[in-house]
């Protein structure tokens, strides 16, 4: 069974900065269609970034200029780079492939606040 494992999660002050990074023990990873989402206090979860096998990469509006997604294939991890970070990024973060077709894995916590 596939299995992910988010990390680098923590307390970080508006306008910081932080990495987010996530494991997938998965065979043939480079050939996934990759995704960070996010899931806010009270709110529904929701796709922040994706990133194509070729590296192509998507943004969610809300992070676009600020969040950076990346992948290691020889490493089968996925990053998401995140800057100018604001309270409304408070949430926890989650990979998956696009669509969300693995299990979740148990999310990295991020809280923006001073």
């Known amino acids: 069974q596939v299995q992910v494992v988010e990390s680098g999660g923590g307390l970080v002050q508006p306008g910081g900065s932080l990495r987010v990074s996530c494991v997938a023990s998965?065979?043939?990873?480079?050939?996934?269609?990759m995704a960070w989402y996010r899931q806010g206090p009270g709110k529904q979860r929701e796709l922040v970034a994706d990133?194509?096998?070729?590296?192509?990469?998507n943004y969610a509006d809300s992070v676009k200029g600020r969040f950076t997604i990346s992948r290691d294939n020889s490493r089968n991890t996925v990053y998401l780079q995140m800057s100018s970070l604001k309270p409304d990024d408070t949430a926890v973060y989650y990979c998956?492939?696009?669509?969300?077709?693995?299990?979740w894995g148990q999310g990295t916590q991020v809280i923006v606040s001073s």
């Open positions: 998956n492939v696009k669509g969300a077709p693995w299990p």
């Open positions: 998965v065979n043939n990873f480079r050939h996934y269609w």
């Open positions: 990133i194509a096998p070729g590296g192509n990469a």
